[in-house]
């Protein structure tokens, strides 16, 4: 077993101290990056770079090359999840992904399936057992899945949506039918990280992008209680270690002590929310992770340092805060700018986690 150089990403989430406050990015394997680009058009489209293992590694590794980050995250998308299940998933050219066949009636959600990870999903698994092997330890791997809720509004809608009126129909008119919907797929996210682990993620997190669109009462029923099923149904150790899940609902701030009452050990937070009142609301039941809003990085390097600090500073002295953007990096992001983000973390934060400061 390879040892791990810099675990300051894991330790964070556990709240124990770290030297600096780690950093990684969501998104930072993607188009912002021209060696993305450059592998991107080598394999001639997004679900072949996703399912050869190889290229998939390659660009999981291409951002550690250029920034000292502390965690790499499994290249991947979320839907590979539904695309296993025999949905007919494909990517149109400034549409986005679209299903040949979305789920909306009885009949649908009959034919639904909890895919083989190891089977219909085996090239993730290689990928992510190629991209441990390639990082020798050098910091940890990150695995992955949408959220149930995410995952059904795309399999009910067809594809993307603005108002999501078919998802959301369907919970107001036939909530039976879409919790047998939301079933399945947390049987097969539970099965699908599971999987990640055993081939070698030291961290699991679970993206709810589209839980913020929800009502109160509808997040906790079609969201929330399932993701909370995901955090106990997850393998939570592995190589010795406890394998931290994060929980992420973009929009979803003022769930934030429903949220970490699940017993996950991260909370993602988008930049919508103030970190300091965040830690208050939270005390130390989880760490916390974000939050720059992603459009800082359009500013040269001095204002995007500014704005680092804000955010440390709104953290705090002391240990659990994982630093992020508040959701993916944009793809016409400048490299540079994410590598003064990047620099700014580490150089600023050491002031916050000097002996004495908890």
């Known amino acids: 077993m390879t040892e791990l150089k810099n675990d300051r990403f894991l330790r964070a989430l556990l709240r ?32 072949t770079l996703c399912q050869t293992p190889e290229l998939a590694c390659e660009v999981t590794l291409q951002p550690l090359e250029r920034f000292p980050l502390d965690a790499a995250i499994l290249f991947s998308d979320i839907l590979t999840v539904p695309d296993a299940m025999g949905l007919g998933l494909s990517f149109e050219e400034g549409e986005g992904p679209v299903f040949e066949n979305p789920v909306r009636k009885e009949r649908d959600v009959d034919r639904l399936h909890v895919p083989d990870p190891e089977g219909e999903l085996r ?55 879409l919790h047998r919907v939301l079933e399945v797929l947390t049987q097969s996210v539970i099965a699908y990280l599971n999987a990640q682990v055993a081939a070698g993620a030291q961290a699991l997190m679970v993206f709810d992008t589209w839980g913020g669109v929800l009502t109160p009462r509808a997040y906790r029923e079609f969201s929330l209680d399932y993701m909370a099923r995901i955090v106990e149904g997850v393998t939570r150790e592995a190589d010795g270690r406890r394998v931290p899940v994060i929980l992420f609902t973009k929009g979803g701030g003022q769930w934030l002590e429903a949220i970490a009452a699940t017993g996950c050990d991260g909370v993602g937070l988008d930049w919508t929310t103030d970190l300091a ?11 916390l992770q974000g939050n720059l809003d992603p459009c800082a990085l359009y500013a040269g390097p001095e204002r995007i340092r500014d704005e680092v600090a804000a955010v440390l500073a709104s953290y705090g002295k002391g240990t659990g805060h994982v630093f992020n953007l508040g959701h993916g990096i944009h793809p016409d992001v400048k490299p540079d700018h994410a590598a ?5 973390v580490h150089e600023l934060s050491a002031a916050y986690h000097q002996p004495g400061n908890g």
């Open 16 to 47: 124990q101290p770290v030297d600096v406050t780690p950093v990684w990015m969501m998104r930072q394997a993607g188009r912002y990056l021209p060696e993305y680009r450059a592998t991107r058009a080598r394999a001639g489209d997004f679900m």
């Open 123 to 177: 090239y993730v698994m290689d990928a992510v057992r190629l991209i441990r092997r390639e990082l020798d330890g050098r910091v940890p791997l990150i695995g992955f899945s949408g959220s149930p809720w995410t995952l059904a509004t795309y399999v009910v809608e067809g594809g993307t949506s603005k108002n999501f009126a078919r998802v959301k129909g369907m919970l107001f008119d036939r909530p039976v039918l």
């Open 277 to 287: 009142d965040a830690r208050a609301r939270v005390g130390d039941r989880v760490a």
């Open 340 to 344: 003064a983000l990047v620099q700014a």
